[in-house]
């Protein structure tokens, strides 16, 4: 059974990987696939947060979740 952080985390990145974009979405697709390592993920996801973090959308709390919940691993 997997742990409720692991569920709150495909969670989010399965919304990252539903998002049609191709920065966040891509590598989030291949993470839920088992093709990504986590590291990478990370840096995208800071990307990302860098690039629309404060930008009002759905998404911006979403980054930081995701890399907290990645670095409870």
């Given at each position: 059974m997997k742990?409720?952080?692991t569920m709150a985390?495909?969670?989010v990145i399965t919304r990252f990987a539903d998002?049609?974009?191709d920065l966040i979405a891509?590598?989030?697709?291949?993470?839920?696939?088992g093709q990504g390592d986590?590291?990478?993920l990370v840096?995208?996801?800071?990307?990302?947060?860098v690039e629309c973090g404060s930008c009002g959308c759905e998404?911006?709390?979403?980054y930081q979740r995701a890399l907290a919940?990645?670095?409870?691993?």
């Amino acid at each position: 059974m997997k742990s409720k952080s692991t569920m709150a985390l495909v969670e989010v990145i399965t919304r990252f990987a539903d998002s049609g974009w191709d920065l966040i979405a891509v590598p989030s697709r291949a993470w839920l696939e088992g093709q990504g390592d986590a590291d990478s993920l990370v840096a995208v996801i800071k990307q990302a947060d860098v690039e629309c973090g404060s930008c009002g959308c759905e998404f911006d709390p979403l980054y930081q979740r995701a890399l907290a919940l990645l670095e409870r691993g």
